[in-house]
């Protein structure tokens, strides 16, 4: 076990004054390290989910497109998993250079499918695209999480999201701007494709500009340790320890019922709209899941109200609103699944059909915010991070894998996807719940307290001798 772990990410909550923030150079601030992170998450994720935006990354029929992103998310299960150990040995930067490598090779199968018809390339860059994506995703949420000041996290997570969210926006204006005369169904244009390889191919350059953990200068004075040094056999038993924890087993369904969403509400676009009304589709949502997720990032960090007010308040906000959302593509697909049509933005109807993708993709957003909070008051230590942040990406991977490959049978794409995510929202709502009722209470999590530090602090002593008792036998 790391002797080094420090006792508490979630300490000192509330920002100290101006004149006690200790002055940092702007190269080696948090604000810089996130950007850079930010502009990777573009680069890289960004990218491919403005592809995924057009409605199954642009093609006219979903079902090869599902498939390559499913066995995208199958090998990111593992890549994810291993990750941390990936990080003993190239450290948290070299994680995150690595995770970008991948992309580019993704992009230009959809490229080559879109204009030639080819498919293998999608198929081998997909499978490229998740050996290494999976270690991009855990370095990426570990840095978000580790990197910010405590009072700083909330905005800091909803500013890098943004990134991520403002390539789906360029992904929807460019293919606008070269599809708004087209108003039936079908691909779009081809030329897009050249413009995401082109960007996505810059992640790892920008990636080098990161700043090691070490280097990193925060307001409050605490040093950034994201070091792993047990050895990998070490490393991987932890990570599944913490995989088969009692708290993190109850978070697996309402993980499930968020990220499952993606593939649903692309497909939906994708089968019912027509080419410029998906580039809208794609171009509008961003927008306002942008908006959205800041606005949750800044109440998250709102230290006037209790941890207890905040956990609570936005965990029963998000349900609500995505219980209501599915109810309404329910009723949608249902009568669309009879129906066949094709949604133009000047068809009868089109409002209606169209507004809940836009509700849907903000629900996502909201959610993707929501569980790093989680993540962040799960975590004892820094290295926990690392291993959550690992766990959390990894079991996405496999709730959207299953997502993908579902949605590629053509019955499930259009229909049956949707009821699957409403019941899933429907069975994850109580196991979330017995772990988020426990935030901000007995002193945990809260502002500080002495009662919060002595808890993580006597949590990881425990868990030290209980190794050591292991070894001895």
Not at 311 to 336: D, K, M, P
Not at 365 to 393: C, G, K, P, W
Request: with cysteine.
């Amino acid at each position: 076990m790391d002797v080094e772990r420090s006792v508490s990410l979630a300490h000192n909550e509330t920002a100290p004054s101006k004149d006690q923030q200790l002055k940092v150079k702007w190269y080696r601030s948090t604000f810089y390290n996130i950007t850079i992170l930010g502009l990777c998450n573009f680069a890289a994720p960004g990218i491919w989910v403005a592809m995924n935006s057009l409605g199954a990354g642009g093609a006219a029929k979903p079902h090869l497109v599902n498939s390559a992103n499913a066995l995208t998310f199958c090998l990111m299960i593992i890549s994810c998993y291993f990750s941390s150990v990936l990080v003993h040995y190239i450290g948290i930067k070299g994680a995150l250079i690595f995770g970008t490598i991948g992309y580019a090779p993704f992009a230009a199968g959809l490229y080559t499918n879109n204009r030639f018809g080819t498919e293998w390339l999608t198929l081998f860059g997909a499978a490229l695209c998740g050996i290494s994506a999976g270690v991009f995703w855990m370095a990426e949420a570990a840095i978000a999480i580790a990197y910010p000041e405590p009072w700083n996290r909330g905005k800091a997570l909803g500013y890098w999201l943004t990134y991520r969210l403002s390539g789906q926006i360029l992904g929807g204006a460019i293919n606008l701007g070269l599809n708004s005369h087209r108003s039936e169904a079908g691909k779009v244009s081809y030329t897009v494709f050249l413009i995401f390889i082109a960007l996505q191919a810059t992640g790892p350059l920008v990636a080098i500009l990161l700043n090691k953990p070490s280097q990193v200068q925060r307001k409050d004075g605490k040093e950034v340790r994201m070091t792993i040094l047990e050895n990998p056999w070490s490393e991987i038993k932890a990570t599944t320890r913490l995989f088969f924890s009692k708290k993190f087993l109850l978070v697996v369904l309402f993980i499930g019922q968020a990220v499952f969403a993606e593939a649903v509400f692309f497909t939906y676009l994708a089968d019912w709209f027509s080419v410029r009304a998906r580039a809208l589709g794609s171009f509008v949502s961003g927008v306002v899941a942008v908006t959205s997720g800041n606005l949750l990032g800044h109440w998250l960090d709102r230290t006037s109200v209790s941890l207890k007010t905040r956990a609570r308040s936005s965990f029963f906000l998000i349900v609500v609103l995505q219980g209501a959302w599915w109810i309404w593509a329910t009723v949608n697909v249902t009568t669309f699944r009879r129906k066949q049509p094709t949604y133009d933005w000047s068809s009868h109807g089109f409002g209606h059909a169209f507004g809940v993708f836009v509700l849907l993709t903000i629900g996502f957003q909201l959610n993707y915010l929501f569980l790093y909070f989680i993540i962040t008051n799960l975590s004892h230590s820094e290295q926990d991070v690392i291993r959550y942040a690992a766990l959390l990406r990894g079991t996405e991977s496999a709730w959207q894998a299953l997502s993908y490959g579902l949605e590629s049978v053509t019955i499930f794409g259009q229909a049956g996807g949707v009821y699957m995510n409403f019941g899933l929202w429907g069975v994850a709502i109580l196991p979330a719940w017995l772990v988020l009722r426990h935030f901000g209470v007995d002193g945990k999590r809260e502002n500080g307290t002495e009662e919060s530090l002595a808890h993580d602090a006597a949590s990881e002593k425990a868990e030290i001798e209980e190794e050591s008792k292991g070894k001895e036998l």
